[in-house]
């Protein structure tokens, strides 16, 4: 089992900066793969960007690309999501994924491991 914890959320203008962090407990000590999604209002969750806990390889979806960055703190077992030049179009619940395996995915059903999710909402 894992824990996920987000934190970071806000209300924030456009063209701001946030950074959330999501952080994990439990058993960790395995190969992970990890992601960011979203869930606006009347939408479905989408794939934001994604990770592999071993080798650190990268990947977005094309919404967020050069704008957000994904990265992870091996000691303190805590993923992070830099959203820069944000959006209103960004404003949704995101949530921390997690799943025991490698290699890519975005998709939602593919991750066992999910957090209570943070808002996030961009003002025009």
């Known amino acids: 089992q894992v824990q996920l914890v987000e934190s970071g959320g806000g209300l924030v203008q456009a063209g701001a900066s946030l950074r959330l962090s999501c952080a994990a407990s439990g058993r960790t000590g395995v190969p992970y793969r990890v992601a960011w999604f979203r869930q606006a209002p009347g939408k479905e969750r989408e794939f934001v960007a994604g990770c592999n806990w071993v080798g650190g390889s990268t990947y977005y979806a094309d919404s967020v690309q050069g704008r957000f960055t994904i990265s992870k703190d091996n000691h303190k077992i805590t993923v992070y999501l830099q959203m820069n030049s944000l959006k209103p179009e960004d404003t949704a619940v995101y949530y921390c994924?997690?799943?025991?395996?490698?290699?890519?995915?975005?998709?939602?059903?593919?991750?066992?491991?999910w957090g209570q999710g943070t808002q996030v909402t961009v003002s025009s």
């Open positions: 994924a997690a799943n025991r395996a490698v290699g890519r995915s975005t998709r939602a059903d593919e991750y066992a491991y």
